[in-house]
């Protein structure tokens, strides 16, 4: 038995390709794991967690992403605190310089 599973760790890649791993990235890394280019997602920036900002994301509603999920443009609505601030989509700003994650923060 330990025979066999050695032999198929063998095959796996050392580390995995940034599409499956669930470490917080940037946001069109991160958007690029869920189904259907992450739409329908609520994602925050690590930072707010780390500040003690609770309740706030992004409700994902668009995404064009490029490169393999490593850049693109992405718009959504935005909910700080709870309380919907964005009454239209806008673009999210930010999503290659800080780092994201679903769920809310």
């Not at 038995?1 to 890649?13: D, K």
């Not at 999210?92 to 809310?104: D, E, P, R, V």
């Amino acid at each position: 038995m330990e025979r066999a599973v050695r032999a198929i760790q063998g095959l796996l890649p050392s580390t995995l390709p940034p599409s499956l791993r669930t470490t917080p990235a940037n946001l069109y890394q991160v958007l690029s794991r869920a189904p259907g280019g992450g739409v329908g997602h609520r994602v925050h920036q690590i930072r707010w967690t780390e500040k003690g900002i609770r309740n706030c994301y992004w409700q994902v509603t668009r995404t064009r992403l490029k490169l393999e999920g490593n850049h693109g443009k992405a718009w959504g609505k935005l909910y700080w605190r709870g309380k919907q601030i964005s009454e239209q989509e806008e673009r999210i700003n930010g999503s290659l310089k800080y780092k994201w994650s679903t769920g809310s923060s």
